[in-house]
T-cell receptor
Framework: SQTIHQWPATLVQPVGSPLSLECTVEGTSNPNLYWYRQAAGRGLQLLFYSVGIGQISSEVPQNLSASRPQDRQFILSSKKLLLSDSGFYLC?????????FGSGTRLTVV | KQEVTQIPAALSVPEGENLVLNCSFTDSAIYNLQWFRQDPGKGLTSLLLIQSSQREQTSGRLNASLDKSSGRSTLYIAASQPGDSATYLCAVSGAGSYQLTFGKGTKLSVIP
């Protein structure tokens, strides 16, 4: 069966520090991978998606970047965090039949 | 641009009641519609997926319907239980698009 792993679960980082969130998928090949952000009181916003290794599309301009170094690995990064980067980050995958989400990372930038 | 609206934003019901959550979307050219559940501080759990060619899906006490032409979906929960308390999110994916567009959710509280 397919599973998705996302870590860490919570993270508190100072402004200006770097960020790296990792997501891995098991049990499927060549999935579409996604990073979403859920800010307090707001809906889910698509940040990045990837249809293959090294292929990244960004939906909104921001302080973040994404990479897909392996077929089932998706990484969200930042060189310097801003206060506005605080939120709940969710990784997801799809293979043409619905989406499956990870358990999320709560990021607080202080 | 696809927009998804969920009504009501919050709902409180006594245990045992049947209830309906509503979802509407502006662009009927969807690939599928998915209902999720989110518990506080947790990720999203998929409840039901309805493909654009389908009219409804059922899983246990849950039934989701889709009327693509009118841009509406409903999630029916039978015999509600306190464990059903959560935020329910409706999301649609567009034909030819990788983006899943979400509503802002309905926060359900089932009172024992």
């Amino acid at each position: 069966s397919q599973t998705i792993h996302q870590w860490p679960a919570t993270l508190v980082q100072p402004v200006g520090s770097p960020l790296s969130l990792e997501c891995t998928v098991e049990g499927t090949s060549n999935p579409n991978l996604y990073w979403y952000r859920q800010a307090a009181g707001r809906g889910l916003q698509l940040l990045f998606y990837s249809v293959g290794i090294g292929q990244i599309s960004s939906e909104v301009p921001q302080n973040l970047s994404a990479s897909r170094p392996q077929d089932r690995q998706f990484i969200l990064s930042s060189k310097k965090l801003l206060l506005s980067d605080s939120g709940f980050y969710l990784c997801a995958w799809s293979a043409g039949y619905g989406y499956t989400f990870g358990s999320g990372t709560r990021l607080t930038v202080v | 641009k696809q927009e998804v609206t969920q009504i009501p934003a919050a709902l409180s019901v006594p245990e045992g009641e049947n209830l309906v959550l509503n979802c509407s979307f502006t662009d009927s050219a969807i690939y599928n519609l998915q209902w999720f559940r989110q518990d506080p501080g947790k990720g999203l759990t998929s409840l039901l997926l309805i493909q654009s060619s389908q009219r409804e899906q059922t899983s246990g006490r849950l039934n989701a319907s889709l009327d693509k032409s009118s841009g509406r979906s409903t999630l029916y929960i039978a015999a509600s239980q306190p464990g059903d308390s959560a935020t329910y999110l409706c999301a649609v994916s567009g034909a030819g698009s990788y983006q899943l567009t979400f509503g802002k959710g309905t926060k359900l509280s089932v009172i024992p």
